[in-house]
């Protein structure tokens, strides 16, 4: 039996519209919406692209979104000061550092300056380990997503042998720490890995995340595993995921396609982790699953 296909545009939809809801009651109570402030440094198209599409996501969902657009020329030190700024102004409840940054900025000084209180990516490195301590205050946005995806489909995560292929920061390990966190028996795989495909076929959850076209074929995948494609590489005008989807879609039980899968739920994730800043930063409830 071929594998369902995640239509991860409707589970997105679900999580805007969770957090839609918690948003109004919030303003219903006589509280602010959410204030989500984005950096956009630079000329990068797909850094345009994905900052316009978070500004309409806040659009939908009800939060206050404002970009700031530092010049392309600017230095490190006038990045510090803009993220300085808006880490003191109690109207800005999250902060996103859009990257790629110019070359001449120290990229990892600007990111290390948020307020881990208002990091809405889950990149700071306060955040990172109090997830890697099993007590997360935010996470990445993709693997959240990863996730949600897992608990809509109703994939049993406690007990189960899961692997992930790819150790960034940004996806991998945060990953990998999730998937700990709720009890499953994670390996991490990456470059050196020796056996790779004999790794990965012990998985009943497989997440790939390498940024290497099709690298996951079938022969990578157990039968009825869970199949995870977080890749997101343009080939020749299309969007490719890591995972070959022709050979592993008749042996996998889950399969998330790409485009169409995790993709939309990064965004939803983003607006999910901006209401929980915001909740703790004010001190209030969060009634729904937002």
């Known amino acids: 039996m071929a594998a369902t296909i995640v239509d991860g545009k409707a589970i997105a939809t679900q999580v805007e519209d969770q957090v839609r809801r918690q948003i ?3 303003r219903d109570a006589g509280h602010p919406s959410p ?9 990068d198209p ?10 309409r996501a806040s659009e939908r969902v009800g939060i206050r979104s404002e970009v700031h657009r530092p010049p392309a020329d600017s230095s490190t030190e006038e990045l510090l000061a803009l993220v300085g700024r808006l880490g003191g102004d109690d109207e800005v409840d999250a902060i996103l550092v859009q990257v790629p940054l110019p070359p001449q900025i120290d990229s990892g000084r600007v990111l290390d300056a948020v307020a881990p209180e208002k990091d809405v990516d889950g990149f ?9 301590e099993g007590r997360p205050r935010i996470a990445p946005c993709t693997p959240l997503g990863c996730m949600e995806i897992l608990r809509h489909h109703e994939v049993p995560v406690r007990g189960a042998r899961a692997v992930v292929v790819g150790r960034s920061t940004i996806v991998g390990r945060p990953m990998a720490l999730l998937l700990t966190n709720a009890d499953a ?6 470059s050196r890995t020796a056996d790779l495909a004999g790794v990965c076929r012990e998985a009943d959850i497989l997440v790939a995340a390498t940024g290497k076209v099709d690298m996951i074929d079938g022969s990578f995948v157990k039968p009825g595993a869970a199949v995870i494609d977080v890749g997101n590489t343009r080939v020749g005008g299309r969007v490719r995921g890591d995972v070959d989807r022709e050979s592993v879609e008749p042996i996998a039980g889950l399969l998330t396609p790409v485009p169409g899968g995790v993709g939309p739920m990064t965004i939803a994730m983003l607006m999910s982790n901006a209401v929980a800043l915001a909740a703790a930063r004010r001190g209030l409830a969060v009634t729904g699953a937002a």
Do not use: E, M
């Not at 850094?47 to 599409?53: H, K, L, Q, R």
């Not at 700071?124 to 890697?132: D, I, Q, R, S, T």
């Open 24 to 26: 109004a009651a919030w």
């Open 124 to 132: 700071h490195p306060v955040n990172f380990g109090l997830l890697a």
């Open 35 to 43: 204030g989500l402030h984005v950096v956009l440094c630079g000329d």
């Open 46 to 55: 797909a850094s345009a692209t994905y900052v316009a599409g978070k500004a």
């Open 185 to 190: 028996t994670v390996t991490v795989c990456h």
